[in-house]
């Protein structure tokens, strides 16, 4: 059984910073990619970031590209979402993800084809 355990959400203003964090276990996370999605009220999940599991190598969505930075630990099996320069259009509920099954950063998976946490609340006051 898969598990993917967010925290660090929290009320910013805008300009400001958080630090998301994700707990994974139920498999040997090493290769496997893991990712960010969010959704903001009213709107569908969107694609926020990924990592590559081998190489660490990340892919951003265009609207957080050069704010908010991807890593992983695979020693302590996580994966973190460095988010600065927050806008309140970033505010949304941020779920982290890892695939089924095989994947590219650049085409994670589907809402079906992903393991999903239960998500962290990030709020940015204007």
Same mark, same amino acid.
């Given at each position: 059984? =898969?598990?993917? =355990?967010? %925290?660090?959400?929290g009320l910013v203003q805008a300009g400001g910073s958080l630090r998301l964090s994700c707990a994974a276990s139920g498999r040997t996370f090493g290769t496997s990619d893991m990712g960010w999605y969010r959704q903001a009220p009213g709107?569908?999940?969107e694609f926020v970031a990924a990592v590559q599991g081998n190489s660490g190598i990340a892919f951003y969505a265009d609207s957080v590209k050069g704010r908010f930075t991807i890593s992983r630990d695979n020693a302590k099996i996580a994966v973190y979402l460095q988010?600065? %320069?927050?806008?309140?259009?970033? +505010?949304?509920?941020?779920?982290?993800v890892t695939p089924q099954?095989? %994947? +590219?950063i650049e085409a994670l998976c589907t809402v079906s084809e992903c393991y999903w946490?239960?998500? +962290?609340q990030v709020t940015v006051s204007a």
């Amino acid at each position: 059984q =898969v598990q993917l =355990v967010e %925290s660090g959400g929290g009320l910013v203003q805008a300009g400001g910073s958080l630090r998301l964090s994700c707990a994974a276990s139920g498999r040997t996370f090493g290769t496997s990619d893991m990712g960010w999605y969010r959704q903001a009220p009213g709107k569908e999940r969107e694609f926020v970031a990924a990592v590559q599991g081998n190489s660490g190598i990340a892919f951003y969505a265009d609207s957080v590209k050069g704010r908010f930075t991807i890593s992983r630990d695979n020693a302590k099996i996580a994966v973190y979402l460095q988010a600065d %320069s927050l806008l309140p259009e970033d +505010t949304a509920m941020y779920y982290c993800v890892t695939p089924q099954g095989p %994947s +590219t950063i650049e085409a994670l998976c589907t809402v079906s084809e992903c393991y999903w946490g239960q998500g +962290t609340q990030v709020t940015v006051s204007a």
